[in-house]
T-cell receptor
Framework: AQTVTQSQPEMSVQEAETVTLSCTYDTSESDYYLFWYKQPPSRQMILVIRQEAYKQQNATENRFSVNFQKAAKSFSLKISDSQLGDAAMYFCAYVLTGSEKLVFGKGTKLTVNP | KAGVTQTPRYLIKTRGQQVTLSCSPISGHRSVSWYQQTPGQGLQFLFEYFSETQRNKGNFPGRFSGRQFSNSRSEMNVSTLELGDSALYLC??????????????FGPGTRLTVL
């Protein structure tokens, strides 16, 4: 079965500090893409970062970066210099190449404390 | 460029009724996918349309159906509503220029409540 596991249902971080959200996935395929999406209370799902599985270099997007370990099927998200606006549900997901079916984890609720 | 739009944003129906939700993708995007989000099951893939054809389907009963029009706009329909259909329904669009795995951009969702 294709699954995504986010082992931390909730996390909290102090403003300006760094937090890492964990994600592991399970697929027997070798070609896929990984994503982190955030969903604030407004419900709009927003793309945070994207990683191609064939790339060894970890993706970075401003304060957001990932640690992609393909052999371990691990894809964690690091948020540096956390801001109040980062508070949201964060979802890890992957999609197989040639498919549009995103497989999501259950999400991690991130709270940012001032 | 305008984002993905979904109408209506909120909907209240009673059991046994049917409902139609609408999604307008980002201009130029050809693929539209639908997801159901519930507290218990999380985000689940419903189906995906490309060039007016359903390419992928999730594990949902036949009461859930959809279609895509020539302008890429999509609708999904749920017939004979059940209480368990109460959920946030999200639509996502992508370019699908490379044949798959393009980033999907989501709309704000339609909150369906079944009484």
């Amino acid at each position: 079965a294709q699954t995504v596991t986010q082992s931390q249902p909730e996390m909290s971080v102090q403003e300006a500090e760094t937090v890492t959200l964990s994600c592991t996935y399970d697929t027997s395929e070798s070609d896929y893409y990984l994503f982190w999406y955030k969903q604030p209370p407004s419900r709009q799902m927003i793309l945070v970062i994207r990683q191609e599985a064939y790339k060894q270099q970890n993706a970075t997007e401003n304060r957001f970066s990932v640690n992609f370990q393909k052999a371990a099927k691990s894809f964690s998200l690091k948020i540096s210099d956390s801001q109040l606006g980062d508070a949201a549900m964060y979802f890890c997901a992957y999609v197989l190449t040639g498919s549009e079916k995103l497989v999501f984890g259950k999400g991690t609720k991130l709270t940012v404390n001032p | 460029k305008a984002g993905v739009t979904q109408t209506p944003r909120y909907l209240i129906k009673t059991r046994g009724q049917q409902v139609t939700l609408s999604c307008s993708p980002i201009s130029g995007h050809r693929s539209v996918s639908w997801y159901q989000q519930t507290p218990g099951q999380g985000l689940q893939f419903l189906f995906e349309y490309f060039s007016e054809t359903q390419r992928n389907k999730g594990n949902f009963p036949g009461r859930f159906s959809g279609r895509q029009f020539s302008n890429s706009r999509s609708e999904m329909n749920v017939s004979t509503l059940e209480l368990g259909d109460s959920a946030l329904y999200l639509c996502a669009s992508s370019l699908d220029f490379s044949g798959g795995a393009d980033t999907q951009y989501f709309g704000p969702g339609t909150r369906l409540t079944v009484l």
